[in-house]
Structure formats: structure tokens, C-alpha cells
């Protein structure tokens, strides 16, 4: 069975950068042709599709976050990692990975993936 556990601070100050943790079991992150995306919700509002790795490394970012954001990925550990500088107030969400075997820029919907994290809050503030 396969399972994302997502990990972070909880608390951030603003203007600092926040790193998140996705920890991937029952399946290689390497595994052939396939993606690893972020995806937040803030409070009272929509699923945003942040970014995406690939199997083979290449990244996507959403054009609005392109700047502030980067996606890594440790396969001796197995996880995904998620960066985002200089936060805001407005980064206060909970944060997802998820899993496809096709590369769904912008897509938010849990059902289209194969694999979705339970998520982890991020509250951004001083």
C-alpha cells in the first residue's frame, strides 16, 4: 500500500522560507515515468497546484509561484521536499503531495492521482 506522509514546522515567520517534507512508502519516487506534485489549500478557499517533480528530475512550477518555489527530491531517503521562500501570511494552508502517472500541471482534483497525502498546516506568522 502506498502512502504519503507530508512533515513540516507548523509555525513560520514571514519572510522566512518554508521546507516541507513529503516521505513516500510502498513505491519508489523513481519509479518509471512518473510525478510527484504539491498542492495547498488555504483556509477558505480552493486546492492550488503548486509544482511537480519527475522521475527524471525535471521540475514544473506554477507561474505564479515559479520564483518563490522549488521542489527536490532525495531518493536514498525517498522524499519529496518543497520550498518556498519568503513567505506571507497568505502561504498559511495545508500542504499536499500526491502521486500520477501523468504530469497534471495545474490539476487539484484528489481523484485524478493516483496517491494523496492526509496533509500538513502551515500558519505563516509572527
Known amino acids: 500500500q502506498v502512502q504519503l506522509q507530508e512533515s513540516g514546522p507548523g509555525l513560520v515567520k514571514p519572510w522566512q522560507t518554508l521546507s516541507l517534507t513529503c516521505t513516500v512508502s510502498g513505491d519508489s519516487i523513481t519509479r518509471f515515468n512518473y510525478y510527484w506534485s504539491w498542492i495547498r489549500q488555504p483556509p477558505g478557499k480552493g486546492l492550488e497546484w503548486m509544482g511537480a517533480?519527475?522521475?527524471?528530475?525535471?521540475?514544473y512550477y506554477a507561474p505564479h509561484l515559479k520564483s518563490r518555489t522549488s521542489i527536490f527530491r532525495d531518493t536514498s531517503k525517498n522524499q519529496l521536499t518543497l520550498q518556498l521562500r519568503s513567505v506571507t501570511p497568505e502561504d498559511t494552508a495545508v500542504y499536499y503531495c500526491?502521486?500520477?502517472?501523468?504530469?497534471?500541471?495545474?490539476?487539484?482534483?484528489?481523484?485524478?492521482?493516483?496517491?494523496w497525502g492526509q496533509g500538513t498546516q502551515v500558519t505563516v506568522s509572527s
Open positions: 517533480i519527475a522521475t527524471s528530475g525535471s521540475t
Open positions: 500526491a502521486g500520477a502517472t501523468k504530469l497534471l500541471l495545474g490539476v487539484t482534483e484528489a481523484a485524478t492521482y493516483d496517491y
